[in-house]
């Protein structure tokens, strides 16, 4: 851990219904009372947006997206604008993930325009990479990586670094339950951080926060965020649920 500043969120994914969401967020909203080394982002589907930004807007929990589209409106059925986002409430949106690339075939075209809309809404991308495992088998994790961010951030003007999360959820830990390694995360997030200097400026890529994702735990969450270039956590299944999602921030509190 460095002196950047912790940031665990959780991607609810395609789970929760409104009543179910309402739940789980009052119960984090007592958790995390006295969280305020870490910062935290819930992402939920759409609909439970606005439900969770009522009961958690006095508390340090922060909300975002887990898409969107890139253009302002327009006739695109079944789709979200920033705008819309940032109206409800949200300030991160989730980008690229690897079930947005690999299940709805999302381009690293269209994540580029998404990344620059956000941005230009006022949202704070989580810009999500990583590769298969037919990729990291073939020794092309660096390749595959390299080629997601410079076309994922081509044309991307940032001033703050603040402004921009990346994610790096190598594909075949996400939701396996087989994580990556301390060690082999922490090389590849190193990597990104100098991807990130080639295509902004050195001192903005140490800045910028990088997280982990791929079947993170409590278990395994405090050995992950211990790494220099590991900022945070992007949690799926285990940010479910209240207990073990709170256990994580804890111990990205611990190693802060
Ligand atoms: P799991 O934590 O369920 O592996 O999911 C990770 C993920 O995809 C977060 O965006």
Not at 19 to 32: G, I, N, R
Not at 99 to 116: A, C, L, P, Y
Not at 233 to 249: K, M, N, Q, W, Y
């Amino acid at each position: 851990m460095s002196t950047r500043r912790s940031i665990i969120g959780g991607n609810w994914k395609m789970f929760k219904t409104p009543s179910e969401a309402a739940t789980t967020a009052k119960a984090l909203k007592v958790k995390l009372i006295n969280v305020e080394a870490v910062d935290v982002v819930v992402c939920p589907p759409a609909i439970d947006v606005l439900p969770l930004v009522e009961i958690l807007k006095e508390t340090n929990v922060a909300i975002g997206g887990q898409n969107m589209h890139w253009e302002d409106e327009g006739a695109f059925t079944g789709e979200v604008s920033a705008t819309m986002l940032r109206d409800a409430g949200c300030s991160y949106v989730i980008l690229g993930h690897s079930e947005r690339r690999h299940v709805f075939g999302e381009q690293d075209s269209d994540i580029n325009k998404k990344v620059k809309k956000a941005l230009s809404a006022g949202l704070t991308p989580i810009f999500c990479v990583g590769e298969k495992l037919d990729e990291r088998e073939h020794g092309r994790t660096r390749e595959v990586v390299k080629k997601q961010v410079a076309a994922g951030l081509a044309g991307v003007q940032l001033s703050d670094p603040a402004d921009l999360v990346v994610a790096y959820e190598p594909v075949w830990a996400i939701g396996t339950g087989v994580n990556a390694t301390p060690e082999q995360a922490e090389e590849v997030h190193q990597y990104i951080r100098e991807l990130l200097g080639e295509q902004f400026s050195k001192g903005l890529a140490d800045g910028i926060r990088i997280q982990y994702g791929g079947s993170v735990k409590p278990a395994n969450a405090a050995e992950l965020l211990s790494q220099e270039n590991i900022d945070g956590a992007l949690v799926g299944g285990a940010s479910l649920d209240p207990e073990s999602f709170t256990a994580i921030i804890k111990s990205a509190e611990k190693v802060n």
